[in-house]
Nanobody, 124 residues
Framework: QVQLVESGGGLVQAGGSLRLSCAAS????????MAWFRQAPGKEREFVAA????????YYADSVKGRFTISRDNAENTVYLPMGSLKPEDTAVYFCAADSAPVHYTSPREYDYWGQGTQVTVSS
């Protein structure tokens, strides 16, 4: 049974930092591109960041580039998203996703597995 479990969300003031983690099990972790998406109430799920199978290549939405960093530890089957300089518009449920055959990394439809999400709330 494949499971992706996010953690690290919470309430933080604008300008603060949080570090999200996603622990994967039930899959060969190194065979998957990993990504973070987020969804705010009333909005579509949007791409945040992705990382290649090896961890060498990363991709970011323009809205988070320079503030968020995606990384992975294949030995620990975990992907991370340290988030800095948080803004109220970053408030959303953040989801971890795994893609076995990456082509369009920003498309939620491409991803095979999803976590249940972790809430990030940034206050002003």
């Amino acid at each position: 049974q494949v499971q992706l479990v996010e953690s690290g969300g919470g309430l933080v003031q604008a300008g603060g930092s949080l570090r999200l983690s996603c622990a994967a099990s039930g899959l060969t972790f190194s065979n998957y591109r990993m990504a973070w998406f987020r969804q705010a109430p009333g909005k579509e799920r949007e791409f945040v960041a992705a990382i290649s199978r090896s961890g060498i290549t990363t991709y970011y939405a323009d809205s988070v580039k320079g503030r968020f960093t995606i990384s992975r530890d294949n030995a620990e089957n975990t992907v991370y998203l340290p988030m800095g300089s948080l803004k109220p518009e970053d408030t959303a449920v953040y989801f971890c996703a795994a893609d076995s055959a990456p082509v369009h990394y920003t498309s939620p439809r491409e991803y095979d597995y999803w976590g249940q999400g972790t809430q990030v709330t940034v206050s002003s």
